[in-house]
């Protein structure tokens, strides 16, 4: 399969993001619905407040639509693609609601933590099922131990990659523009790997996202036009880890989402710190808040965390592809 083939998928989803996104920008400015900025967060992001939230719904609709049509397209309208956008769909669904909580009641905070949990681990547990149907390989490759081909085990890792991812790219969402370039270039990366093992349905998905992250750019860069909120971080994050899983690669994300686990892994750190010497290790987390708080300028995170990203994704295509 060639790369030209796919192009139709990201020219589809970046044409139909670019062309309803102003129209939903200026519906919800003449609404008056705009995210809330949290107090704990950066004084200089107070700005920001009142920015329209949501952004994420549109390019949502821009892959879900790409992904039916380039699936009879190319005649990879596959059980797979179908649970892929239905996970992604899914977990927007999720981050939608929250969002709404947030934009309806004024305030930062949405669903409770554990209403936001259980609605991820039920989306996990809809893929387990969808995957088991399939029958693919349940198989984990642990390292020291080799590899693990248990059901329980499998469900597990499963539910604990999709909470995890979903939620690693959501706290990652904290820039503008951060997340929308870090994922165009996670399923970018993907994509290259599903045209490796001729898995065309998982590279329309890919594909569809990268369309539709580079048209949602053009309005989140800063200073961000619209912010993608839940509905979208949610969604991408467990998007990539059961495109993951479905391609049999799962500690790949751990290099090619290495990102996301870096300030996944600053969060717990600071808290674990604060709780045990208070004492914190950086200024404030997730990390690319310390680098704003270092001095750093937002234009200068994004450029510099979208750049290592491009290089763990190249180093994992040059390693194991």
Not at 174 to 194: E, F, H, K, Q, R
Request: hydrophobic share 55%; aromatic share 14%; net charge neutral.
């Amino acid at each position: 399969m060639m790369l030209s083939e796919y192009l139709i998928s990201i020219v589809g989803s970046f044409a139909i993001t670019v062309i309803i996104l102003p129209l939903f920008i200026g519906y919800l400015r003449m609404k008056d619905e705009g995210q809330q900025i949290r107090e704990e967060g950066p004084s200089w992001h107070e700005k920001k407040s009142g920015t329209p939230t949501m952004g994420g719904v549109v390019f949502l609709l821009a892959i879900a639509i790409n992904n039916i049509f380039m699936g009879f397209y190319k005649h990879q309208n596959t059980l797979s693609l179908i649970i892929v956008t239905a996970v992604i769909i899914l977990f927007g669904l999720l981050g939608f609601y929250d969002d709404f909580i947030k934009v309806n009641l004024k305030r930062n905070l949405g669903l409770r933590a554990w209403q936001k949990f259980l609605g991820q681990v039920i989306i996990g547990i809809i893929f387990v099922l969808v995957y088991f149907h399939e029958k693919f390989s349940i198989s984990i490759n642990l390292p020291f131990i080799g590899d693990v081909s248990s059901v329980p085990f499998f469900i597990f890792f499963a539910i604990f990659w999709l909470v995890g991812f979903s939620n690693a790219v959501n706290l990652t969402d904290g820039l503008d523009g951060l997340v929308a370039g870090l994922t165009a270039i996670s399923y970018g990366t993907y994509g290259i790997i599903a045209l490796d093992q001729a898995r065309g349905d998982i590279a329309i998905i890919c594909f569809s996202v990268v369309g539709g992250m580079i048209a949602f750019l053009i309005y989140n860069h800063k200073p961000a036009k619209i912010f993608m909120g839940d509905v979208g971080s949610l969604a991408l994050g467990g998007g990539l880890a059961a495109i993951a899983l479905i391609l049999q690669r799962p500690w790949s994300l751990l290099l090619i989402g290495l990102i996301y686990v870096i300030e996944t892994a600053s969060v717990i750190l600071q808290v674990g710190s604060f709780k045990l010497f208070k004492r914190r290790i950086f200024k404030m987390t997730p990390i690319h808040h310390h680098f704003e708080m270092l001095g750093w300028s937002e234009w200068k995170i994004d450029i510099t965390f979208w750049f290592f990203a491009l290089i763990c994704s190249s180093i994992y295509l040059m390693i194991f592809l």
